[in-house]
């Protein structure tokens, strides 16, 4: 079974709207750390957001927050305002137990924002 | 501020060729991880090294050897590359200690076997 399942595999978006990019993830540790990672067309992978698995609330950065859904399992990317530099791959990851090394990612979304 | 520095950014191989893929920080992290990325298919972990001296085997580590030459690097060695390593190879590191552990990414190097 996957994982880290995104569904959306692109989207468009008009510029200035706000966007919510799906991930849901299956675990059954009660320890876990689920990561957001955007990739733009020059190939870099940039850590936007992080939400620990007892945090009490949603994880927020800037433009970016998190949807953190515990019991439906999904933790969606919000991002207000888009612009146009927020065109790119978007990358939804977890580490199952915070002492894990491994980092399991899913497939990603392509984010195009329209002018 | 360099972070993670990889080397090459490109590089085309033959078959049969051997190559190693250099990854440096500067972060003082204790832990490093070599990711390939194939179309469709997201970041599959390779090989990783939890500090120094010590290595582990990722999701996908067939034909491929690592490094931990100190602290510092990580390097990556195809002994005998085939078509099907023909991927994006990322390093990435991360400080240990930290509930958060967030892993920062170098710049990739796009890799493709003839």
């Known amino acids: 079974a996957q994982k880290i399942t995104q569904t959306q595999p692109g989207m468009f978006v008009q510029e200035k709207e706000a966007v919510t990019l799906d991930c849901t993830y299956d675990?059954?540790?009660?320890?876990?750390?689920l990561f957001w990672y955007k990739q733009p067309s020059s190939g870099e992978m940039i850590f936007l957001i992080y939400?620990?698995?007892?945090?009490?609330q949603n994880a927020t950065e800037g433009r970016y927050s998190l949807n953190f859904q515990k019991a439906r399992k999904s933790a969606n990317l919000v991002i207000s305002a888009s612009q146009l530099g927020d065109s790119a791959m978007y990358f939804c990851?977890?580490?199952?137990?915070?002492?894990?090394?491994?980092?399991?990612f899913g497939t990603g979304t392509r984010l195009t924002i329209i002018p | 501020n360099a972070g993670v520095t990889q080397t090459p950014k490109f590089q085309v191989l033959k078959t049969g060729q051997s190559m190693t893929l250099q990854c440096a920080q500067d972060?003082?992290?204790?832990?490093m991880y070599w990711y390939r990325q194939d179309p469709g298919m997201g970041l599959r972990l390779i090989y990783y090294?939890?500090?120094?001296?010590?290595?582990d085997k990722g999701e996908v580590p067939n034909g491929y050897n690592v490094s931990r030459l100190n602290k510092r690097e990580f390097s990556l060695r195809l002994e005998s590359a085939a078509p099907s390593q023909t991927s994006v190879y990322f390093c990435?590191?991360?400080?240990?200690?930290?509930?958060?552990?967030?892993?920062?990414f170098g710049a990739g190097t796009r890799l493709s076997v003839l």
């Open positions: 972060m003082n992290h204790n832990s």
């Open positions: 090294s939890a500090s120094e001296g010590t290595t």
């Open positions: 990435a590191s991360r400080r240990q200690g930290l509930t958060k552990n967030i892993q920062y």
């Open positions: 675990t059954s540790d009660p320890s876990y750390g």
């Open positions: 939400q620990g698995s007892y945090d009490q």
């Open positions: 990851a977890m580490r199952e137990n915070f002492g894990n090394e491994k980092l399991t």
